[in-house]
Nanobody, 127 residues
Framework: QVQLVESGGGLVQPGGSLRLSCAAS????????IGWFRQAPGKEREGVSC????????YYADSVKGRFTISRDKVKNTVYLQMNSLQVEDTAVYYC????????????????????WGQGIQVTVSS
């Protein structure tokens, strides 16, 4: 059974940084996709960034390009989202999602194609 556990959220001032972690377990294949999605109050869930373990490809939403970086520690089975230059608009509940490698190509959507989800973690950017 796939389990995804997020950590690292919190409150940060505009311009600050946070690093989210997603500890993954239970994947039966070495080829999978891990994505970060977020949902702000009153808004639909949106894809932020995804990693494809099959080829190492990374996806970033336009709104976070140049500010966020996704990476993976293969030994720890953990995917990280380094968030720099945070803006008030980044405030949301962030979710880690996992699925077969092909789900990487749906990262720009709401993530419904990903079959496994973490519990979500709050990120608040405020002065």
């Amino acid at each position: 059974q796939v389990q995804l556990v997020e950590s690292g959220g919190g409150l940060v001032q505009p311009g600050g940084s946070l690093r989210l972690s997603c500890a993954a377990s239970g994947f039966t294949s070495d080829y999978y996709a891990i994505g970060w999605f977020r949902q702000a109050p009153g808004k639909e869930r949106e894809g932020v960034s995804c990693f494809n373990s099959a080829d190492g490809n990374r996806y970033y939403a336009d709104s976070v390009k140049g500010r966020f970086t996704i990476s993976r520690d293969k030994v720890k089975n953990t995917v990280y989202l380094q968030m720099n230059s945070l803006q008030v608009e980044d405030t949301a509940v962030y979710y880690c999602a996992g699925g077969p490698a092909l789900t990487f190509y749906y990262c720009s959507g709401d993530g419904d194609e990903f079959g496994h989800w973490g519990q979500g973690i709050q990120v608040t950017v405020s002065s």
